[in-house]
């Protein structure tokens, strides 16, 4: 498949098989990652590779209360909803983090390293979902432990976390809005 058929055909899953991606699927991933473009060769990133069931689940525990404890009215929901699963029950997680120290560059490399492992699964025939949670917990004052638990080095921040399987569900494409470019010749 053609890079461009590979961007159209992509899509986020929110359900996922008890499949796990292999060591090997998981390595080619990060080596994807880790070719995205970088200014001044400073690859600013980090990856936590992570299929640890019961630390998947603990985070995502963790991550509901520091949802909860942002009183922002539809976090605090999706915290307190018992149902809810912020990781989707994905058995494998990717967390990029980046240098917090050379920003805004070190934000824009690593989320063209994010896209590269999202491309490149797809290509494998995995599924990704790009999700934002994470980030709550971090900030949150449980944050710095789990900092530690991730092998975060200093002066990095979680920014992507990825959710990586196999896709339990067909997601249709939705058509996207085409108005929102100005062409100027």
């Known amino acids: 498949m053609n890079v461009y058929d590979l961007i159209i055909k992509r899509r986020s899953t929110r359900k996922f098989t008890d499949e796990k991606p292999t060591k090997q699927q998981l390595e080619t991933l990060i080596n994807a990652a880790i070719y995205a473009p970088n200014p001044e ?3 600013p990133w980090h990856f936590t590779v992570i299929q640890n069931q019961d630390l ?7 991550t509901k209360k520091a949802c909860i404890e942002t009183e922002i009215d ?5 915290g307190k909803n018992e149902k809810y699963n912020p990781f989707y029950n994905a058995n494998t997680l990717i967390v990029v983090s980046a240098r917090s120290d050379i920003k805004p560059h070190s ?9 590269n492992i999202l491309l490149a699964a797809e290509n494998m025939g995995l599924s990704t979902c790009w999700v934002g949670w994470l980030g709550w917990l971090m900030k949150s004052e449980t944050g710095n432990k789990y900092r530690e638990v991730l092998g975060l080095p200093n002066g990095y921040e979680v920014l992507y976390p990825i959710l990586v399987g196999y ?11 085409k108005n929102k470019v100005t062409y100027i010749y």
């Open 41 to 43: 060769d400073t690859e």
């Open 56 to 62: 998947i689940d603990e985070l995502s525990i963790e």
């Open 167 to 177: 896709g339990d569900n067909d997601i249709p494409m939705k058509e996207r809005n």
């Open 107 to 115: 934000l824009y490399t690593a989320g063209a390293a994010t896209q």
């Open 74 to 78: 539809d976090l605090v929901k999706m």
